[in-house]
């Protein structure tokens, strides 16, 4: 199951743990119970664990000294918040329950006097000593610290030898047998489908505590068949333990129902394990909806981001894509149209070209003698556009960027930090290149329209190939001849001459128009203008909501929740 460890490691909240605690502890289960029964280390053969679980002093120590015959765990009249967990077992199971895949990340240290066991200790990792013996049941016998302490630490403990066992050996007493935190721990052991031997310590088998306890609280919660429903006497007397004392039937009674959860032995955990797995099923549901609600928050504010971006795209107004691109696109597709002969002379001339720029620096320069200051280069008209082209966007960005900090404030508390600590900021210098960036993928989007559109001319063009090769022939030709008239006349190449050049395509443009009709141009004008804002869409996603997406855990991608769901259920298939 490596799919299903790697998701669950992949597991993750934005939300703080200070600010959602209940969200993490909720994830803390899922995964505890995961690494303490489905880890492959966790998978190798050991004896059936039976967990002695209780509140504040109700005997769970005392009934554990009784079953071992000696004196293991020191019982004590208030809760002891650094109290460790006793685990005895045969010498021959050490190895098994030594090993790294038992109860991972917890100190496993050798037994030697019960006093050690309620030594404080500075770290939080949580302690185990191994009690080894010769004889006793065959099983793992485990003493932990009460489950009704305030400290989260001794819950933590008990937690985990709870996904662990096999079974549980239930310890209250008159006084505490109706605590809803104890109880609450069977109605957990029944989703687990944990067998439950259930003890009232200090009671009497014809009292009304006890007829209370099995009539009523156990029933009410979901233990009906349990291993044994017993009731002990008085225990802490001095000799009972080690057998100089006699002790009540009902011990004999109790360590016979032990037994017979010993000799259950692979099949008790067989039982545990697909109890577990379903056990996992109701984890996972806990941690996934927080999850869930999450991942709804910000595709929420995804669909709000995505607006904000369409409504910038839709005020865009390129300067930078200036001339017209499709203009350029019919330039283009024109001079495709070959004309044999014809469009040889024309093109090593260069007359169109050449004298396009010379009739500019002509125009230019006599206009500014007239007008008496130096006319706009071409150069200065670039440099204008691409200025107003960088203001735009750089607002645009600005506007859109503003409007998603706007959105998140409408997000959970627990939320908000960690999506604005994702979003960019972009200011100063940031924002200029991001700007400038742009400049450049506009430039190549140009060229990619125009590419488009010119093949989509050319086809068009092809239909009426005759009539226009022979209307451009007639237009060029005749341009031609007027140019050369004049020069020859004039001697020289005047401002009058420099309109006869880019007449011939001037023309052939408008004789392209009656011949296609307007619709074309239509269709390719609007096919022009939804690219340049596309363009902008696009750039505008990945530059202002894709850093938070891209950041977001895999966690909160699409189909992980699903994912992590079929992965447990096969495992619980697997284990049935």
């Not at 010119?454 to 009426?464: G, H, Y």
């Not at 269709?523 to 990945?542: F, G, H, I, K, Y």
Request: glycine share 6%; net charge negative.
């Amino acid at each position: 199951m490596a799919d299903l460890a790697a998701l669950i490691d992949q597991l993750a909240y934005l939300a703080e743990p200070a600010l959602c605690p209940e969200r993490w502890a909720a994830l803390d289960r899922l995964r505890r119970l995961y690494d303490c029964r489905f880890r492959d280390a966790a998978r190798r053969a050991r004896p059936p664990l039976v967990v002695l679980l209780g509140g504040t002093n109700v005997g769970k120590s005392t009934i554990f000294n009784l079953l071992l015959g000696q004196t293991v765990s020191r019982d004590c009249p208030t809760p002891v918040g650094t109290k460790a967990v006793a685990l005895s077992v045969r010498r021959s199971w050490a190895d098994a329950l030594l090993d790294p895949g038992f109860l991972p990340g917890w100190r496993k240290l050798a037994w030697h006097s019960p006093d050690e066991i309620n030594e404080p200790f500075d770290d939080d990792q949580p302690r185990l000593y191994l009690h080894l013996r010769d004889s006793g049941p065959d099983v793992a016998l485990a003493d932990t610290p009460d489950i009704d302490s305030v400290r989260r630490f001794n819950e933590r403990e008990a937690e985990d030898l709870f996904y662990l066992a096999d079974a549980l050996l239930y310890v209250t007493s008159e006084q505490k047998y109706a605590d809803e935190a104890c109880v609450e721990y069977l109605r957990r052991a029944m989703r687990f489908t944990k067998p439950v031997l259930a003890v009232l310590d200090r009671g009497e088998r014809d009292g009304q505590a006890f007829a209370d306890f099995s009539a009523v609280k156990l029933p009410g919660a979901g233990v009906t068949e349990p291993a044994a429903v017993l009731a002990l006497p008085w225990l802490n007397i001095p000799g009972i333990i080690d057998g100089s004392v006699p002790p009540p039937p009902s011990v004999g009674e109790l360590r016979a129902a032990l037994d017979g959860l010993a000799a259950a032995g692979p099949e008790l955990v067989k039982r545990s394990a697909r109890g577990a797995a379903l056990g996992l099923a109701d984890e996972l549901e806990s941690a996934l909806a927080p999850l869930e609600a999450e991942r709804g928050q910000v595709a929420a504010w995804e669909q709000r981001a995505g607006e904000a971006v369409a409504d910038a795209a839709r005020d865009y107004l390129p300067h930078v894509l200036d001339p017209d691109d499709l203009d350029q696109a019919v330039l283009e597709a024109l001079a495709e149209l070959r004309v044999p002969g014809l469009d040889w002379v024309y093109e090593q001339l260069g007359l169109v070209g050449r004298r396009m720029r010379l009739g500019a620096r002509l125009f230019g320069h006599r206009l500014g003698n007239l007008l008496g200051r130096p006319l706009r280069t071409a150069e200065d008209v670039e440099t204008e556009r691409l200025s107003r082209e960088r203001d735009q966007v750089r607002r645009l960005l600005s506007e859109v960027l503003a409007a998603l900090r706007r959105d998140l404030q409408s997000c959970p508390a627990e939320l908000r930090g960690p999506l604005l600590a994702r979003l960019p900021d972009l200011v100063g210098n940031p924002l200029e290149e991001t700007v400038f960036g742009w400049l450049g993928e506009v430039e190549t989007a140009r060229r990619a329209i125009i590419d488009d559109a010119k093949a989509r001319i050319v086809a068009d063009l092809q239909t009426k190939g005759t009539i226009i090769r022979g209307f451009k022939a007639v237009t060029r030709t005749a341009t031609m001849a007027v140019s050369v008239v004049v020069a020859l006349h004039t001697g020289q190449v005047g401002a009058h001459d420099l309109a006869v050049a880019p007449l011939a395509d001037a023309l052939t443009k408008a004789f392209l128009d009656k011949v296609l009709g307007d619709t074309w141009r239509r269709q390719l004008e609007a096919e022009v203008d939804s690219r340049r804002r596309a363009a902008l869409r696009t750039w505008l996603e990945r530059t202002a909501i894709a850093p938070v997406l891209d950041s977001l855990p895999p966690s909160h991608r699409a189909g992980f929740a699903e994912a992590l769901r079929d992965q447990v259920a096969a495992l619980a298939k697997e284990e049935a």
